[in-house]
């Protein structure tokens, strides 16, 4: 009953986030597992328990924006360049330029509150998604900031000075692995990736069991068994306050804990399902949007899967049962990770069987020497050294197979195959547990190949911010028209080649630079540098061009300087009978002149020129090309104000609707 009303609240909270598909299937699946578990009474309670969580999730506590106010409450996260403080029911992210407040402080902060945005492009982490998620709906702006309570521990100290005895190599790996720190630009993190383990580097639930199993088999040399388990929760919670409110530290130790009170005083009452269930029930009480966030999605979901291995696996002899366990964890989580990066390496079943056991033994003993002394540094550097170096050597001779994301009927499907795994387990039917993971392999390998590239074309309105970045796939080829360009940003790997991996693609068969603005072509030679690309085309010589039966012409040969808006070319295409239409950054002088010259300019979509500035898109070019839909490419909160409001005014006068990418994201037209 507990696991069920834990699976009811659960369902009810993420109703809402969930597509239209797993709205009508999860209550049915869930609805049938009640059916047959339960009688009448317990229905009602669990169908409660649901509508309790989906009124739950119905609740945004977000404050109005204001000027010169007071606030009092207390930091709940601590990062490098930012906190997140919780005063009454209100939650608000404060940037401040290398901060010093530790999880704990109780401040008090005049200034002002804010709306929270921030400018997301395509592939980059959604910053602002993972602090909704967290309950943070607005930033604050600090103009004075007093300390009301400062959190003994100092944490952020401690971690500075016991890091400060190690070399570089050394303080690399134990940022990462015993404090969640990443240094995302260093060739270890890049490799991490490259390898398909970037979830083993960083804090995991695996080296905190590991861990405490360590603390637990020594003080058993010394203690008697029940006493040593409640040491080594002990110390593991005083270790988990140091790296405060990392989830998989409280997780673990409250998963530990309850179980040892299930196991001393209850003689086993309670099942590991429902101490699970009872975990997170804790953490639902304290804050419910727990639930919505990636350390519990992904703890309790590998904890109840290796749970229900564990009890199937029981005979199987410890490597064969630890490679099952492997195996099927890496394959269950596969979807998220394609969906992060686009890409899984071949090896990386084998790769994360060697690495977890050497990432955990360095977790474990750094664990002990944080806790007493650094011990030993010069050792630990070399073991550094050497694990650093391993990874490295590892990424030379691995190689990815790029994937698609999931859609919601594959992702179904998917897991589908997974419940029949269980169910075969579950009924001891060993061909079709074996049956269930060829096809598991299978499913991952035929939505490996780039069939779809051949056999449906389409057009790609990347959102690379405010910037100019057009894909297009036909026939087996692909032609990128710009790239975009960020001055603080890595456009081509944040966005541009995590989304060509998303697209299965391994290569661009032509680039074409419309003229040499930044923000059209800011992004090329990081590109080219690590993304292998056919023919450049930066001269309007090349043009008409013919890709496959695709022929795109260029409508402006100015011979102006490259550099000049004037001098962007205006491409026009045809893809299954659609027209389409692209300005660049051509002004309303270009627009003139390919009226006046008889230009067809007539399209069904349109990509307005300079971002919507109200330098482009005059009325009478808006009405001579008669679009279906226009497209504007442009960044939040951009500092030249495009859209401009004029342009916008001008489309909806002629009943033109729009889209813009940084309110719909990448706008993608897709043909058979």
């Given amino acids: 009953m507990i696991f069920l009303s834990f699976l009811c609240i659960v369902l009810g909270l993420i109703f809402r986030k969930v597509s239209l598909l797993f709205q009508i299937i999860l209550p049915v699946v869930t609805l049938v597992l009640l059916i047959r578990k339960c009688n009448f009474k317990k229905m009602v309670i669990c169908i409660g328990i649901f509508g309790l969580g989906l009124g739950l999730s119905y609740l945004n506590f977000a404050d109005t924006n204001k000027e010169n106010v007071t606030i009092e409450g ?36 005049e200034g002002a509150v804010d709306k929270l945005e921030f400018n997301h492009i395509e592939s980059q982490f959604d910053f602002a998604s993972y602090l909704n998620d967290k309950g943070v709906f607005n930033s604050f702006q600090i103009k004075e900031k007093y300390v009301i309570f400062e959190n003994f521990l100092h944490q952020k100290d401690k971690i500075e000075l016991f890091l400060s005895h190690f070399d570089e190599n050394g303080q690399l790996v134990l940022n990462a692995l015993l404090f969640n720190v990443r240094d995302y630009d260093s060739v270890l993190n890049k490799n991490f990736e490259q390898l398909s383990l970037i979830h083993l580097f960083a804090i995991s639930g695996i080296y905190i069991h590991l861990f405490m199993n360590v603390l637990n088999y020594f003080f058993t040399m010394f203690i008697k068994p029940k006493y040593s388990e409640v040491l080594s929760i002990l110390i593991t919670f005083i270790l988990s306050l140091f790296v405060f409110p990392n989830f998989s530290f409280m997780r673990v130790v409250l998963i530990k804990t309850i179980s040892y009170l299930n196991h001393q005083f209850l003689k086993d009452k309670f099942s590991r399902s429902d101490v699970l269930a009872m975990s997170a029930f ?58 992060s990066s686009g890409k899984v390496n071949v090896f990386f079943l084998f790769i994360q069987l060697l690495i977890t056991p050497l990432a955990s033994t360095i977790f474990s003993f750094n664990s002990i020497f944080f806790l007493t002394y650094p011990f030993f540094p010069p050792l630990i550097n070399i073991f550094s050294y050497f694990f650093i170096n391993l990874i490295n050597s590892i990424s030379n001779f691995t190689f990815s197979i790029n994937f698609a994301p999931f859609s919601n009927l594959a992702l179904m499907t998917y897991y589908a195959i997974f419940f029949l795994l269980i169910y075969a387990s579950e009924i001891k039917h060993h061909r079709l547990f074996k049956m269930s993971c060829i096809i598991v392999v299978a499913f991952n390998c035929l939505r490996a ?94 043009f008409p061009l013919n890709i496959n039966g695709l022929i795109i012409e260029n409508f ?117």
């Fill in 449 to 542: 190949l780039p069939v779809e590239n051949l056999l449906i074309s389409s057009v790609h309105f990347i959102n690379v911010g405010q910037g100019d970045s057009t894909l297009i796939i036909h026939r087996g080829k692909s032609v990128l028209i710009d790239t975009g360009g960020i001055y603080n940003v890595d456009v081509a790997n944040d966005s541009l080649i995590p989304y060509f991996r998303k697209q299965k693609l391994y290569k661009l068969d032509y680039l074409i630079i419309t003229h040499d603005d930044f923000d059209h072509d800011g992004a090329k030679e990081d590109l080219i540098d690590n993304f292998p690309v056919g023919k450049v085309i930066e001269d309007y010589n090349y």
């Fill in 282 to 339: 804790v953490f639902i009480l304290i804050d419910y949007r727990f639930v919505y966030q990636n350390g519990f999605k992904y703890g309790y979901l590998a904890s109840y899967f290796i749970n229900f291995l564990s009890i199937k696996l029981r005979g199987t002899s410890g490597i064969k049962k630890r490679f099952l366990i492997v195996f099927l964890l890496s394959f269950l989580f596969l979807p998220f990770q394609i969906a």
């Fill in 556 to 672: 402006n040969e100015s011979n102006l300087d490259r550099g000049e808006n004037d001098a962007s070319f205006v491409l026009k295409f045809i893809l299954s009978n659609v027209k389409f239409l692209l300005m660049g950054d051509a002004s309303s002088e270009i627009e003139n002149m390919l009226l006046n010259e008889g230009y067809d300019v007539d399209c069904d979509i349109l990509k307005v020129g300079h971002h919507g500035s109200k330098s482009s898109s005059l009325y009478e070019f808006l009405k001579a090309t008669s679009p279906d839909e226009v497209i504007i490419s442009a960044g939040k909160n951009n500092r030249y104000g495009h859209p401009s409001l004029d342009t916008l005014s001008r489309l909806e006068s002629l009943n033109i609707p729009y889209k813009i990418t940084y309110e719909e994201g990448t706008i993608k037209y897709t043909f058979i």
């Fill in 74 to 109: 207390i930091v709940i996260e601590s990062k490098e360049n930012y906190f997140l403080f919780q005063s009454g029911i209100y939650k608000y992210y404060v940037y401040e330029e290398k901060t010093d407040v530790n999880a704990g402080d109780i401040l008090k902060l």
